[in-house]
């Protein structure tokens, strides 16, 4: 079965209907009204014209996203840096996160705990997509560690193999995109215990 499109593929294509539409659209209903193919076309210029302002500002958006997650300063961290600040991260999420001995971890990086659940995490800082061999060391650590359930977590993507045996094992996938969500709701969480501590400070 075709792995489900990333949620960017999918804006992607979204936006390349929006555009077609734009043209369209406009100029079809100036024709309806004036049958002039002149107007029509101007119509769907303008149209088009509009569409690429609207784009302009969803890429500006975009890139401050990405810039306040901190993604580009993770993208140049070493390995060990890495998991040292996905254990920050996931403590941000109530988790207890321990971060593994860098040599002999056995297929684990980190080590949380919640709510009575043990998960481990392979961590990988990789310019390019994932392979099997981290599915296959985060699925491994499971019984070592006495843990529930094993993560991936990349600033990357994943080769198709490693979706597929991920979701044969039940090993979670954290890819590029959802750990920048991750990132944001941190700092976002962190902006408002500092202005409420702020606030305090100042009553």
Known sequence: MARRKSKAKQQEEFLKGVMGLAFIV???????MTKSVEASLVAGGV?????IAILINISIAKAQRLKRSGIAEIDKMDGVQFERYLGHLFRSQGYKAEVTQAAGDYGADLVLSKDGKRIVVQAKRYS???????????????????????????NSGYTEPAYKLAKSNGVRLVNRDELIEMLIQMKEKMSASKKAKDVKTSA
């Not at 149209?47 to 569409?51: K, L, N, P, S, Y």
Request: glycine share 10%.
């Open 47 to 51: 149209g088009i014209v509009i569409a």
């Open 26 to 32: 406009p100029g079809f209903l100036v024709f309806s």
């Open 128 to 154: 390019k997509n994932v392979g099997l061999k981290a599915v296959q060391e985060a699925y491994g650590a499971i019984a070592l560690y006495k843990a529930s359930e094993a993560w991936v977590v990349s």
